[in-house]
C-alpha cells in the first residue's frame, strides 16, 4: 500500500472516531472513500497486518497506538494547511481542502509547526489548529477554551443576529466547521432557528445548516 493511501484510512478512521464517537465499520469507510466495500476490506486487511488498525468481533475498527498517531498528525497537517490556503492566501474553502489533502502527504512536521505558530501570531481573534492535548486559544476571553469557559454560542441568538465567530470549543468538529467557511473572525448571521436549537447559518453569502451540537461548539460575538 503507498504510504499516502495508508495515511487517508487513517486519517479517515480517526476523524470518524472523533466526529461519530464510536469505531466505524468497513461499510462506513467505504463511504467515505466512495469505493465498493470488497476493495476496501483488502486495504483495510493491509492495514492489519502493518500493525495500524484492529478488529472487533462485530468487525468495528480500532486503530492502534501507531494507527492513532498516524491519524491524528495526518488531521492536525491537513486542518493547518486548509486554514493557512484560506485564511492567508485567500482560497475557497472547497479549492484549500482539495490541495491539503495533496500536501499533507509530503509536508513536514517542522513545516506544519512553522504554519501553526504563524497563524496563531497573524490571527487574533483565536484559532482552531492545536496539538490535540491543547485547548484552542479563545479570542473571547483571551484564556484557552476548556469546559469551564463558556462564551457565547449560537445557540443563544436569535434569528437576523449579525455575529463573529470568536473560537470554536472542542476539536471534533472543528474540520467540518473549516470547510463550511466558520472560522474564527468570520462575520455570519442567523437566517432560521428550527425546532430543537438546530439553525441555519449564512456564512459568505450561503446557508448552511448545523445541528445543535455544532451550533453550540461556535463561540460568538455581535457583529458591531
Known amino acids: 500500500m503507498q504510504p499516502s493511501l495508508r495515511e487517508d484510512y487513517l486519517e479517515a478512521i480517526q476523524h470518524f472516531m472523533m466526529t461519530t464517537g464510536h469505531s466505524p465499520l468497513p461499510h462506513d469507510i467505504a463511504i467515505v472513500f466512495g469505493k465498493p466495500e470488497r476493495e476496501i476490506r483488502a486495504d483495510l486487511e493491509g492495514l492489519k497486518e502493518s500493525g495500524d488498525i484492529t478488529f472487533n468481533g462485530d468487525e468495528a475498527i480500532n486503530l492502534t497506538l501507531t494507527g492513532k498517531s498516524v491519524g491524528e498528525c495526518v488531521i492536525k497537517k491537513h486542518e493547518t494547511l ?8 485567500g482560497m475557497d474553502s472547497s479549492t484549500a481542502s482539495s490541495e491539503a489533502c495533496n500536501l499533507e502527504h509530503s509536508v513536514s512536521d517542522e513545516t506544519v509547526d512553522r504554519l501553526g505558530n504563524y497563524l496563531k501570531k497573524t490571527r487574533p481573534l483565536g484559532n482552531i489548529i492545536n496539538d490535540r492535548q491543547t ?40 474540520k467540518r466547521l473549516l470547510d463550511l467557511g466558520v472560522v474564527p473572525g468570520e462575520k455570519v448571521k442567523i437566517r432560521r432557528k428550527h425546532g ?24 460568538v460575538e455581535r457583529y458591531k
Not at 486548509?82 to 492566501?89: H, K, P, V
Open 196 to 219: 430543537k436549537d438546530a439553525l441555519v447559518l449564512q456564512v459568505k453569502g450561503c446557508d448552511v445548516a448545523l445541528s445543535p451540537e455544532i451550533a453550540a461548539a461556535v463561540s
Open 82 to 89: 486548509q486554514l493557512f490556503l484560506s485564511e492567508i492566501l
Open 135 to 174: 485547548p484552542a486559544v479563545c479570542g473571547y476571553t483571551g484564556m484557552t477554551c476548556d469546559e469551564s469557559c463558556t462564551p457565547p454560542s449560537l445557540l443563544d441568538f436569535n434569528e437576523g443576529d449579525e455575529l463573529v465567530v470568536r473560537c470554536i470549543l472542542g476539536q471534533s468538529c472543528a
